[in-house]
Every structure is written in C-alpha cells, then in structure tokens.
C-alpha cells in the first residue's frame, strides 16, 4: 500500500507541476488526478479486503527530532478509498468543466494540491504532519475558492473561510498539544498508549469539536461553509462539501475513537444534541434557499449532522459497553460517509453541468431541464432520491442503521440519554422527511415543468466527459443501496480497530439480506424490495396495456379551466417552500414576509418580500464580532503611544515572565 | 398451505379489498348526511371506467409524469403486501421492517409529488408543497409510535410485532392506547382524509392530494385512485397488526381451519375500521391548512408521551 | 388474548396517565368551552381514580373523595362556569402568551423533569405510589403552566383547578395519607371562594358595582 501511496502522491505532485503551465496542459492535469486517485483507491481497497496489519513509515521530513510519521490501518485505509475513488471521478468531469473556467491558472495547480493534502492527513501519525497536512488542504481550498475573485461574495466568502479555518486549526493545536503533553511525543502512538481521562479529557473532546467539527461544518461553526462551497467551481465544491468534509469526520473519529482513550458516557450526549441540532437545523436552512449550490451545501451541514448522530451513539454505547451496538451505530456513521461523498458529489456535478448549461444558479429561473437535459436530469433524480433516504438507494441503509441504532438506545442505563435518545429521532426523522421536500423542490423547479428564463429554454445536454461521473456516481448509489453488505464487509476491519473485541458487526447479515440486530428484531432486503417494485410496475405496465388501454393524446394542460401558459403562473422554489417557512420560519428564523402594494396611482409593480435571519449569525457571530471590534476599537490607543511608553511595556512583560519564573520554581 | 403461495394470496387479497374499502367508507358517510349513497362496488366501476379511457397528456409532460402512476401503484403494492393481515408467517413480511415501510410509502409520495410539478401548473405546486409539508410533519410523530412499540416488543419487524401482542400478556397500557391514537392520527393525515384534506372536495384551495395529481387521467388515475385505495387499507391493517392482531394465525404451516379464522377476523376489522372512519370523517370538519401542523403535533405529543409512561413502568 | 395481569397497577396507571393527557388536551385547547369540558372529564377520571385507590387500599373514606370530585368538579363547577360565562358574555376565544405549540413542548419537558425527579428519590416505595407521584407532579406543573401563559382569567382559574386535581391525586396515591377526605373538602371550599371571586370581578366591570340594591335595579329593564 504504502508504495501505491507514494506512486499516487507522485502523479499528484506531477498534475500540480504541469497545473503551473496553465490552460494548455489542462486535460493532463486532470487526468494524472485521476490516474493518482484510481492508484490509491484501489490499492486502498486491496487493504480492506485483506485486513492485515497496519503499515508504518517515518520520513526524515518536517521538525528533525520528530521526523513525518505516517501509518496506514484499517481507518486511513476507508477514508482513502472515498477520497481518492470520489476524487477519480471528479477528475475525470473536470476534464470538461475545467475547460468552462475563466482564470484556469488559479484552479489548475490547486487542485492536485488539495488531493495531496486531503490524502496526507489520512495517513499522518504524528500531530506535526497531520496539522500540516490539514493546513495545506485549507489553504489550497481557499485558493481554489478564490478562482472567482472578482465577485464581491466570492472575496467575502474566502474571508469568512479564513477565518473560521484558522480558529479551527487553532483549536486543534492546542488539543493536540494537551495530548502531547500527557503522553510525551507528538507521534500518535505515544498518545495512543497513554489515554487521557478527566478534565484534560473534557477539554480536548470541546477543542476536536470545534477543530474538526468547524472543517466538517457543525452548527454553530457552519456558517462559513454555504458561501464557500456555493462560490467554488462546481467540481472543486464537490470535493469540499463531499470529500473535505469527510476528511474532517475522519480527524474527528480518529481523535476521539483512538488518540483519547474510552470516553465517558457524556461525551455522547454532547454529541449526540449537537448533531440532532446540525442536522435539523441544517436542512432547515436548505428549505429556505433558492440558489442552487448554496442549498446543496446546507444540505452537507444536515448530512454531517447525521453522521455525527451516529457518532454520538457509537461513543455513548462504548461508554456504556454495549459493544455489539457501538459497532452498529459507528457502521452507520461510516457508512454514511461513504453514502454521502456519493451522492453529494454526484449533486454538485449535476449543478455544475446545469450552470455550465444554463449560466445560472438561481433555481427561480431555471425550469423544464429533463427535455433539454434528460441523462444529467435523470442521475440527479438518482442523487436527488438517495439524499432523501428514501429505499432503494443507499442514503436510506444508513439512515435505516442509524434508526435502529436509535431503536435500541432506550437500553442505555443514564436517564438523560433516556430521553434524549427518543427526541434525538423524531429531529432525525423531521430532518429526513424535510430533506425529500427540498429535493422535490429542486428536482421540480429545476428540470420539471416549464423553462422560466431564456437561458433555460435554451440548455443542451453537457458532454460525455461531464455525464460519465455522474453516472458512475449514481450507479454506486444503486449498488450500495440494494446490495449494502459488499460495503458493510469491507468496513469490518474498521470497526474491529476502533472497537476492539465487538464481534462481527451485523452479524446476522449476507448479500440479500440486511440483519442488524437479529431476525427477529428487524431485517430488510433492497435487492428483493427493487425486484418486486420491478416486477410489479413491468406486470401492470404489460397487462394494462394489452387488456384496458394503451392510447394516448396530447393537449393542452386542464390547470381546472384556467389554463395560463405564461411561465409565472408556475410554482417557484419560494412558493414550494412556504408551508415550511410558515410552520418552522417564523420561530426558528424570524422570518417575516411583506407584500408592498402600490398606491392607487402609482404604475409600479406590487412585490413580495421574505426576510429571514440566520440564528447562529444573529446570535454568535454577530455579537462576537461586535464584542472583537469593541474591544479592538480600546486597544488601539496602543498604536499612538511615544517610544518611552513602549519600551515601558516591554519592560514591564520581561519584569512579569521573570516573576513567574522565580514563583512556580 | 405454503408460505409462498400465502404470499400470492395476500397480495391478491388487499388488491381486491381495497375498492371495497372505501367503497364502505364513502356508503357509511352518504347516508349519515342522508343520501343513499353509491353502491359499495361503485370504485371497482370507476377504475375499470377510468382503465379504459384515453390519457390526456399536457404537452409539457415528461417521461417521469408517464412513469411514475406504475412505480407508485407498485410500492404501495408491495407494501401493502408486506404488513401482515390473516398470518404472520409471510415471507413478504420479513423484507422490510416498519421504519423501511414507512420510507417506503415515502418513496412513492416522492414520485407522486414530483409529479404534481412536472406539468407546470400552479394547482400542482400547491398539492406538492402541501402534502410533502404535511408528510414531513407526520414523520416525528410515526417514528414516536414505531418507537414507543419497539420499547415494549423489543423489534420493528412486524411480524414479531403481532405475534409479540397476541402471545404476551400485555395488559392494559395508556401507551398503546396513547400510541393507537397516534397512529391514527397519523394515518388520517397520510391518507389525506378529514379533517386534514377533503378526498372529495372539487374547490381547488382546499385540495391537497387532489391539487397533486390534478393533471392526470385514463389508466394513470385509476392507478393513482387504486393506489390510494390501497393505501388506506395499508394503514388500516397496520394499525390491526400492531395494535389489534387477535385472530391472525401464528403457526406454521398454516391449517385451512386457521387460515379461515385469519381472514374472517381480518375482513371484520377491516370492516369495522372503514364504518368508524366514515362516522369520524362525517362527525368533524375539515380544519384549515396550517392548523394541521398542530394536529400533527398534537400526535407526536401523544407519543411522546406514550414513550414516557413506558420509560416510567419499565423503569419502576 | 391478553391476559389482564396486575390489574390494579394497570388500572391505576391507566387513570393517572389519562389525567395527565387531559391536562395536556388543556393547554392545546383553543375554545373556552372545550377548556370547560376537558376539565370536567378530567375531574371524572379524578373521581375513577380515587374510588380505584379506595379499593385498592382498603380505604372506604376515600369513596367520599370520589363522590365530591364528581359531583362538585365534574358537575357543578363546571356548570356554573359554563353559565358565567354566558351570562356575562365573557370573551370566548383564548389568548396565549407563548404560542401552543411551544407551550406543549414546555409540557413535555415539564413531564420529564417530573419523571427525572421523583423516579429516583422515591426508590423505596411501591411501584404504584411512585408512579402516582410522578404523574400528581407533572399535573400540578401543568395546571402552573397554563396559568401563566394564558391571557384570560377564566382559564387561569381553570389551570389552578386542574394543579388542585394534580393535589388531590397525590394525597389518594399515597397508602394511609391522612385527612384526605378533609383536605379535599377543604380545597372544594376554597375553589367555590375563587369562583365567586371571578363572578363579582366581571359583574364589577359590567355594572361599575357590586352594590345588589342598585344590580337588582335593573331587573325589570332585563326580563
């Protein structure tokens, strides 16, 4: 493995040197991506199938007592398989949409060097390289979403992700540092052998939160995320919201799971509130949004939350020695890692061929794509079906094995988990059901109907280059969907290092059938549930048309007698979502709407406005950077001072470091 | 009798129910406002009627509006194949169990939504908005019932479910009561019966299903008729199998005395269900259409409730 | 068929529990009718209660307990309430301070510290004390909650009457409690005060006096 790795980073750095050249090496930077990509993909699944030992290499690279120590297990292996496998793919559309690009010389080289980050920090063993390698992915996505700097929210949206990326690399030193301090070394395996409890434990749990939950997009360290991943080119936001993320999780996991040591019991419980809260809050936001992509990010903060649900129950059933359930929860947290580095990206692409095709994000003027557009309208009715957890694709397995596990978190002994267990599901369920609204929003207003603009009355179909991704995507989702035990197979070596002495998670199960706690318990089958819908739709479809009727004839819509074929009697995305903005908007988002009518006279035109504010801006960022500017605005008296006040001031911190020297001795 | 060829027989046996279902249904709410009513084989007319007529497509229909009555008609077919009604011991019972049920009949309101967009009228956003609006709503609420249930019975696999009331003394418990309330709460709304949409209503503002599949005609509404008709006979034998299942055979291989008592009692039930139904829909009104989302809640409190009282009797 | 097991726990539970559901329908209610009505199916199931426990713990004077709560609070009050009402032409519809949906979340969230809290502390009592406990509490909670986060006076009354019936199902859940019988007479006597109270407030603000020679002035005009 470790020599497919060093080839796969080879080709990496390779498309990152030809990426200086610019437009005319572009086909060759995307495709030594892919080539890299489909190298440790593969050699990457070679690991999981056959389970050995883990894989260790120290370079003499970085600090020179610490070297770069790198470690391949059963983990790093998973999460190389979905990077560099999505990755592949996503190279391979870029081929096409790379060419779309304005400014290529700001996406070409950047790109290769995020893959390298992304797959450095899956494998790093010791914090110095990890925390490099996360910087490196970090700035490297700054760069790519700078590639559009010429619009106003693109500069604010970098902005933002600077920001909000530096307090979480920030976070993650110091938990990091308070690992090294109590096991002695920065490698990950002194931190692994000397496990941390108590208060140091507590306040590493809350900085990996927020260090790695920020990267991944956690309320309230999300609002970075929509505008960043919105602004990005389509390909480069496919790989933020479903790769980057992923690689955060995996900080997350990797963190909790195998640095710190058993975790408390109330560990869970923080985790779980927080991504019940993510996910509800998350796909509450997306209802509410009519720009493509940024609803599709939000819909990445709904999905993080989700897999951050399972965590929480994974790390409570440990906490509690429930193994065998640990086991289910964690197997439907990875497996929906995977599941949605599947589908998002296969919905960003889609985005992306719909703005290649049209020029436009705005869902309000798009319309009736399945005519002009029908095989990127059909994978992302595909995409569209598996994010809303609906059988038979692979969104729902995971959510159906985080239900179970929720099912059986009543046996938990602390009341608190108790009843949190129960409403942590309804918001789960809530979260699930207003998810497929919002796709029959964005499939209905995007490719169903009528075109409500020129731009798209005039689409055409993107080229094979940009539609073959797509299809594989979605063909992995079908795959997953109906036979889930080819993946749940491959993640058995995960579960067995992060959970030591489990058993076999979903023991019960094979090919056809899924058994996560016991026949009697539960059991599904999405190979037989697709066959019978088959079988009995092509039945009905035959006998139908042979014995009743099979004519046809096209006229005018019925539209009860009022037919109107102007384009502005369709339903828009804001109409679609107003039973939702009036039942939810009103107490979570404020949201108030206004129609301002013209005075008898007056020839303008009445119009309707909705206003809605964000809850984590209004209530932490704001006063936060209210509070940051206060206090800058005091401190800035520092700036006018003579040169005797500041050698005062620089006598006076030499007086007190000494001071405090001569007191702890 | 095999369990495959049982299989074969449920499946037949709620296609067949189904019209006459409603047609209960609506013959019990005509003559309590004082008509006579339409015959109680009147549906199997109109579907035949309806099967044989010509579709009328709007031009801009694509090929998912074409599709989608056949998929839908299908899994809620299956569906309704799968919740146990005279026996226990169906193979079909086993391939999804109540959370994969209801995602499911999730599946096909999708497709039935994205229909109600693809012509391009307003009537069908409206439909749409409004039953995935209500749709999201009832999903807390039914996951709280499956909850409640799997407290007790200790499994969502409901074969094990019915086999778990009809052999363990259960007892009297206001959880199951609060969780049978519930249920039908939420069944009413999934249904689209009083007092969360009129199904036979023809004002265009109070239409939620109806607004949905307003464009469709010929064979693809008497599949969506029949689906459902179908529907309605699902949540009915659902709530009989989770909460009522006396009757049902248990042991395999079935004997024919068993499988008769199975279906006798089966059919009563169903019976009895659709004149209560009748009676409640005729006894109250329709409420106004944000009103439903406190009824819906008014059903996740329910079994919300009903979780807690099981956590405090488990627990003691 | 099930078998009726432990059927006095089941009962028993089956009552309280249906109180407390009750107590719920009131803060979901939006009709000062409907508020009257829950109220007095409550003040029955009150009464069911009482005479449950009166069998189950061999205390016949607990029969008395029933019989007033049925009478008093299943009937008369509610009665005399429905014809306040109409006579003085009080204002139907409620107003809450907090929206229903919130409200019935606070509920729920009341019930769970209830639960939360007794569960434990009582571990050495019988089952069926302890769960009676934790339900007489949640009750009172709710009767405090709809008092505060309703607009109209009426209700207001009603929410301390249900918080009273919450009272009083304490006192018959626990085995050999004393003075049960006195202390709910007591608390009849208290709520007739409060009623009175509500009737000489609103014929107050209708007639600016409560002086009966100048009301009775008007009696001709009136029939």
């Known amino acids: 493995m470790l020599s497919a790795l060093s080839v796969g980073l080879g080709l990496y750095a390779l498309a990152f040197g030809t990426g200086l050249a610019g437009r005319r090496l572009l086909a060759a930077v995307y495709l030594l991506s892919a080539l890299a990509g489909a190298t440790i993909a593969i050699a990457a699944l070679r690991v999981l199938i056959a389970a050995g030992p883990a894989e260790v290499a120290t370079l003499p690279l970085g600090l020179p007592w610490l070297g770069a120590h790198l470690r391949i297990d059963a983990l790093s292996a998973f999460f190389l398989l979905v990077v560099n496998f999505a990755a592949t793919l996503i190279s391979v559309y870029g081929l096409e949409y790379g060419s779309h690009d304005a400014e290529p010389r700001r996406v070409l080289p950047f790109y290769p060097l995020f893959l390298i980050g992304m797959n450095l920090v899956l494998v790093a063993d010791d914090a110095f390289a990890f925390l490099v390698s996360w910087e490196t992915m970090s700035v490297a996505s700054w760069l790519l979403v700078l590639a559009t700097h010429r619009q106003d929210e693109t500069r604010s949206a970098a902005l933002l992700y600077l920001v909000m990326a530096s307090l979480g690399t920030g976070a993650l030193i110091f938990a990091f540092g308070i690992l090294a301090g109590e096991s002695g070394s920065y490698g990950f395996a002194a931190m692994r052998a000397a496990p941390i409890t108590g208060g140091k434990a507590a306040v590493v749990f809350a900085l990996a939160l927020m260090g790695a939950g920020s990267k991944a997009g956690i309320v309230p360290l999300h609002v970075w995320l929509p505008p960043a991943h919105s602004a990005a080119p389509s390909h480069v936001s496919a790989l933020m919201s479903g790769i980057m993320t992923k690689v955060a999780l995996y900080g997350l996991v990797r963190i909790l799971f195998d640095l710190t040591g058993p975790p408390p019991w109330w560990w869970g419980v923080v985790v779980l509130a927080v991504g019940a809260i993510t996910a509800l809050l998350g796909v509450l936001y997306a209802v509410m949004q009519h720009d493509l992509k940024r609803l599709l990010a939000y819909h990445t903060v709904e999905n993080i939350g989700i897999v951050v649900i399972g965590l929480g129950f994974a790390l409570a059933f440990r906490a509690n020695r429930l193994d065998g359930l640990a086991a289910l929860a964690l197997v439907a947290a990875l497996l929906h890692v995977f599941n949605h580095a599947m589908f998002k990206s296969l919905l960003f692409l889609g985005a992306g061929a719909v703005q290649v095709a049209t020029s436009e994000r705005d869902m309000e003027r798009l319309g009736g794509l399945i005519r002009t557009m029908p095989r990127t309208a059909f994978t992302f009715l595909i995409g569209s079906v598996a994010i809303s957890a609906l059988p038979p694709f692979n969104g729902f397995v995971s959510e159906w094995l985080t239900f179970q596990a929720i099912i059986r978190g009543s046996e938990l002994p602390q009341w608190l988990l108790k009843f949190e267990v129960p409403i942590v599901g309804a918001m789960l369920a809530l979260a699930a059901a207003l998810a497929a609204v919002c796709f029959v929003k964005v499939v209905g207003v995007v490719f169903l109907g009528r075109p409500r603009s020129p731009q798209a009355a005039e689409a055409r179909e993107v080229g094979n280059t940009m539609v073959a991704p797509m299809a594989g995507f979605a063909l992995v989702c079908t795959l997953v969907g109906v036979l889930p035990m080819i993946l749940i197979d491959i993640l058995r070596p995960v579960i067995a290092l992060l959970l030591p002495g489990s058993g076999p998670a979903l023991a019960g199960s094979s090919l056809l059938w899924l058994v996560p706690l016991g026949a009697d318990r539960s059991s599904y089958s999405g190979l037989i549930v697709i066959a019978a819908v088959a079988i009995l739709a092509t039945v009905l479809v035959a006998a139908i048309h042979r014995f009743a009727s099979n004519r046809l004839r096209r006229s005018p819509a019925w539209d009860c007698g009022f037919p109107d074929t102007r384009t502005e009697t369709e339903y828009t995305a804001g109409s679609f979502a107003q039973p939702i903005r009036r039942v939810f908007g009103t107490t979570v988002f404020a949201a108030r709407e206004r129609v301002h009518m013209p005075a008898p006279g007056e020839t303008h035109a009445a119009s309707f406005e909705v206003t809605l504010k964000d809850p984590a801006w209004e209530g932490l960022y704001r006063p936060t950077a209210t509070a940051v500017s206060f206090l800058a605005d005091r401190l800035n008296v520092v700036q006018f001072q003579t040169i005797r006040r500041y050698l005062t001031l620089m006598f006076a911190a030499l007086v007190a470091l000494l001071l405090i020297v001569a007191v702890s001795q | 009798m095999t369990t495959s060829l049982l299989d074969l027989v449920q499946l037949i046996l709620v296609l067949a129910l189904a019209p006459l279902l409603t047609g209960i249904v609506r013959k019990v709410k005509a003559r309590l406002l004082g008509r006579r009513g339409p015959t109680l084989i009147q549906p199997y007319r109109d579907l035949l009627r309806l099967l044989r007529k010509e579709v009328v497509l709007a031009p801009s229909a694509s090929w998912l509006f074409r599709v989608i009555p056949y998929t839908t008609f299908a899994a809620i077919w299956l569906a309704a194949a799968i919740v146990p009604t005279f026996t226990t011991g169906l193979m079909t019972s086993r391939i999804a169990d109540l959370i994969a049920l209801v995602a499911l009949l999730g599946s096909a309101r999708f497709g039935l939504a994205l229909a109600g967009m693809d012509v391009g009228t307003s009537f069908g956003g409206i439909g749409s908005s409004r039953e995935m609006m209500i749709a999201s709503l009832a999903e807390p609420a039914m996951l709280m019932v499956t909850f409640t249930v799997a407290l007790l019975v200790r499994s969502t696999s409901l074969p094990h479910i019915s086999e778990f009331m009809l052999t363990h003394a259960v007892g009297i418990r206001i959880s199951l009561l609060l969780g049978l309330i519930s249920l039908a709460m939420v069944a009413i709304a999934e249904n689209a019966r009083i007092p969360v949409d009129n199904p036979a209503t023809h004002l265009e503002l109070t239409m939620v299903h109806e607004a949905m599949v307003l464009e469709y005609s010929g064979r693809h509404l008497a599949l969506i008729e029949a689906a459902s008709m179908v529907k309605l006979l699902l949540y009915l034998s659902l709530i009989v199998a989770m909460f009522l299942p006396w009757g049902m055979g248990i042991e395999l291989p079935l004997g024919w005395a068993a499988l008769g008592i199975g279906l006798g009692a089966y059919a009563a039930k169903l019976m009895v269900g659709a004149v209560l139904l009748g009676v409640f829909e005729t006894a109250i009104a329709k409420m106004r259409v944000f009103r439903v989302a406190e009824f819906l809640g008014g059903a996740f409190l329910l079994g919300i409730l009903a979780a807690i009282f099981l956590y405090v009797s488990e627990g003691l | ?223």
């Open chain 3, 1 to 223: 068929m099930p078998v009726l097991a432990n059927l006095t726990y089941d009962t028993a539970h089956l009552l309280d529990a249906g109180m407390l559901v009750l107590s719920f329908a009131l803060l979901y209610q939006r009709r000062l009718f409907g508020v009257l009505k829950i109220y007095a199916m409550q003040a029955v199931l009150l009464a069911a209660a009482a005479a449950w426990q009166a069998h189950a713990q061999d205390a016949p004077q607990l029969y008395i307990t029933a019989a007033t709560a049925l009478v008093f609070k299943g009937a008369v009050i509610p009665i005399a309430l429905h014809r306040i009402i109409v006579r003085l032409d009080i204002h139907r519809a409620i107003e809450t301070a907090l929206g229903i949906g919130p409200t019935l979340v606070v509920g729920v969230a009341l019930v769970s510290l209830s639960i939360l809290l007794v569960l434990p502390v009582t571990a050495a009592s019988a089952a069926l004390t302890r769960e009676s406990l934790a339900s007489a509490l949640s009750i009172v909670l709710l009767g405090l909650l709809m008092m505060i986060t309703r607009r109209n006076a009426v209700s207001q009354v009603v929410g301390f009457m249900s918080l009273e019936n919450g009272l009083i199902l304490a006192a018959v859940g626990v085995k050999g409690m004393p003075l049960v019988v006195e202390l709910s007479i007591a608390f009849e006597v208290m709520v007739a005060f409060i009623i009175f109270g509500i009737f000489f407030f609103h014929i107050r603000e209708r007639f600016d006096t409560l002086d009966v020679h100048d009301i009775e002035r008007f009696r001709g005009e009136r029939s």
